[in-house]
């Protein structure tokens, strides 16, 4: 396994993880999670992500459950959670979703509840807030650090301008800043990290657990011939996913890039996340598995991602035409 360091901080995460979203108690129970978590772990894998939102709490109480069966040293791990959403659905109050105070620290309490912790590594603000000023947001963090109920504090799906600005509060009352962001990052969504962020890795150094390197399994090519039983873009409830992700030019260009993986002798879901963790702003790509093999498959991500020479990097930039354009300033 492959360490990295995130962004400017010093905790170093495995460049591949291991997460629950869609999988967790919504299609795999504890006994295969318990495996899934077991391989991550024994393959050097060291942190764990995880949100209130997930499975509405139920997936936090499963990584919980198994968590304590392993009984690992707490130190030899990282594992975050995520607050805005909320875990009571569509039964949320005012003051059980967003960013405010009271919200953060109550859904972190109930994260290391769920999850049987003392402290979460990593807590993330699941979006932005614009009925939260940023002072309270960068303040809760900071005495939630302060208690010693989390040691970094991160934000998922924020603009650039809202990371910067958290940046700027936290140096005017000397507070600490946001280390990480956790965007969405593949082959077909690559305008935040190729782009969008570049000034905030140079400035304050961003770390990034980007999600969803597959595009929620399109680029495993299983969906090449439509959607298989019991796939996440077949779930009831992720219609949005599949409506967002299975357009027929995607498939189309899905189908070229397997000549690609045929060169490298991989499978397409290992080249693809191989093409994730070969840009160095990546500090891990979360993975998500239903199946052993198919985590196994994906671990080979390590081994491939060296082969990915400029010419290659350039022959898949042709098939997918979803390269950012470059900056003309």
């Given at each position: 396994m492959e360490y990295r360091r995130l962004g400017k901080s010093g905790l170093q995460l495995s460049v591949l993880s291991f997460g629950s979203w869609i999988t967790f108690h919504k299609q795999i129970d504890d006994s295969l999670s318990d495996r899934l978590m077991g391989l991550a772990y024994d393959n050097?894998?060291?942190?764990?992500d995880n949100a209130e939102i997930y499975a509405l709490g139920e997936s936090e109480k499963m990584m919980g459950r198994i968590l304590k069966k392993k009984n690992w040293d707490r130190t030899s791990y990282t594992l975050s959670s995520k607050a805005y959403f909320g875990w009571r659905g569509e039964q949320n109050k005012p003051n059980q979703t967003g960013l405010s105070r009271k919200h953060l620290t109550e859904a972190c309490h109930e994260a290391l509840q769920r999850m049987g912790v003392d402290y979460l590594d990593l807590f993330f603000c699941h979006r932005p807030d614009k009925h939260v000023p940023m002072e309270?947001?960068?303040?809760?963090m900071n005495i939630l650090i302060q208690q010693g109920k989390i040691l970094y504090w991160g934000t998922s799906e924020w603009s650039p301008a809202e990371i910067m600005e958290a940046h700027m509060i936290a140096r005017q009352y000397n507070l600490i800043g946001p280390v990480v962001e956790q965007p969405e990052y593949n082959l077909f969504r690559r305008e935040k990290m190729e782009h969008e962020y570049l000034d905030v890795f140079?400035?304050?150094?961003?770390g990034t657990t980007i999600f969803s390197p597959l595009a929620s399994g399109l680029l495993?090519?299983?969906?090449?011939k439509g959607i298989p039983e019991g796939s996440r873009l077949g779930l009831e409830g992720f219609e949005w996913l599949k409506n967002r992700n299975l357009l027929e030019e995607n498939v189309a260009r899905v189908v070229k890039l397997e000549a690609v993986a045929a060169q490298?002798?991989?499978?397409l879901a290992t080249l693809a996340v191989a093409w994730c963790?070969?840009?160095?702003?990546?500090?891990?790509?979360?993975?998500?598995?239903?199946?052993e093999e198919q985590l196994k498959e994906n671990l080979k991500a390590l081994e491939v991602y060296p082969l990915l020479t400029d010419s290659i990097l350039e022959e898949i930039d042709g098939i997918m035409q979803t390269k950012p354009r470059a900056r003309t300033h």
């Open positions: 050097g894998i060291n942190f764990f309270e947001v960068v303040w809760t140079r400035t304050v150094g961003l495993t090519g299983k969906y090449n490298l002798n991989t499978s963790i070969r840009n160095p702003d990546v500090t891990t790509a979360i993975l998500g598995a239903t199946k």
